[in-house]
């Protein structure tokens, strides 16, 4: 995050969650996966949120994005191919 300090970023919003380490969310996930409806709850979550914003699970974090301008972003500049 020392990154994002140095070049004034805004904090991102994360996903919500009410167990230590996530525990809830992925709990979710598996019994939507199993139900069959593992796209729709993936929609709710992410309909609540803004298009760019943060995920802390089992204490990893990640940043994920739906924005274009972001994506266009690091393509652009940030991508270095396989």
Known sequence: MLYAKN?????LQT???KW???VD???AVYYHARKGNILQFFNGII??????FEQKILG???IN??????IEA???????GL
Not at 47 to 52: D, F, G
């Open 7 to 11: 070049n004034y970023c805004l904090a």
């Open 60 to 62: 990893l974090s990640g």
């Open 65 to 70: 994005t739906f924005d274009p301008r972001n």
């Open 15 to 17: 996903v919500p969650y």
């Open 74 to 80: 690091v393509l652009a500049t940030q991508f270095s």
């Open 25 to 27: 969310l992925l709990w």
């Open 47 to 52: 309909a609540k949120l803004p298009p760019t």
């Open 20 to 22: 230590p380490l996530a």
